[in-house]
């Protein structure tokens, strides 16, 4: 008991750089104690004292805000960080070190009796007021983003966005991706903190002006390879000058003020 218990705050010290000490973390960490609630109530459930494992986790509920059915199978190493608001139904089955976040709900679509609830894979994250809702399963490592809301299977490793949630299939690199994002350097324009599989609305707009950009780019230079082989004497002039990042100075401003607000 005492080994699942240093490995439970373990993995908060894992995954939460706030986390000091291990007395801090046994004190103010209602994940964590929502955690060891259930630790009690899932064995007392699955011997038969239904009322009484109910009783603990509602008692769990009303002191830390995170509702853990005592149904609910789950893994070693689990982690929920923050957790307000956090719901895992009866027949959820969580994989090991798999880590929520505040608002997630593991719920059900079904008022049938029987399997109703998600089976997330070991590793798996998922991102504050995701809905994971029905009987499938989250694959190994996959991603949910938050404020998603995914009604069918994950495949391992994958990234779900968006509601309904779609899977997003990250590109392999290829040379238009390393002229991207040499610009994009030169330019200090990073998607705005996102990663490429987010498909957040204004990064995904510069990035298709710089698409644009590359195949101008591409078909003057292409004029100017044609015309040197008509006339000698063309001069393709001098080569462009680089991208100042000073000149973008203000558009840093905008984006640290409406961080600030």
Request: aromatic fraction near 6%; include cysteine.
């Amino acid at each position: 008991m005492f080994d699942r218990l240093r490995e439970d705050i373990n993995s908060v010290f894992h995954r939460d750089p706030a986390a000091r000490n291990t007395f801090e973390v046994l004190t103010n960490y209602p994940g964590l104690h929502a955690l060891l609630f259930h630790r009690l109530a899932h064995p007392i459930w699955c011997r038969g004292f239904k009322w009484l494992a109910r009783t603990i986790s509602t008692l769990a509920r009303w002191l830390t805000g995170i509702e853990i059915h005592p149904g609910a199978t789950i893994g070693r190493r689990f982690f929920i960080d923050h957790g307000m608001g956090v719901v895992i139904g009866e027949t959820t089955v969580i994989g090991d070190d798999v880590t929520l976040y505040q608002g997630v709900t593991l719920g059900g679509t079904s008022w049938a009796k029987g399997k109703r609830h998600p089976t997330l894979g070991d590793g798996v994250v998922v991102g504050a007021g995701a809905k994971i809702l029905g009987p499938f399963e989250v694959g190994a490592g996959a991603k949910i983003g938050s404020n998603s809301v995914v009604t069918k299977e994950v495949p391992e490793g994958a990234t779900v966005v968006g509601i309904p949630g779609r899977v997003v299939v990250k590109r392999d690199k290829d040379k238009e991706d390393e002229k991207r994002k040499h610009v994009e350097k030169q330019m200090g324009f990073d998607a705005y903190g996102v990663t490429e599989e987010m498909p957040d609305p204004l990064a995904r707009s510069v990035r298709s002006l710089l698409d644009h950009m590359h195949a101008v780019d591409e078909r003057i230079e292409t004029m100017c390879r044609a015309l040197q082989r008509v006339d000698r004497d063309y001069r393709n002039g001098t080569s462009l000058p680089p991208i100042d990042e000073e000149d973008f100075d203000c558009v840093r401003d905008i984006e640290e003020r409406e961080d600030r607000d």
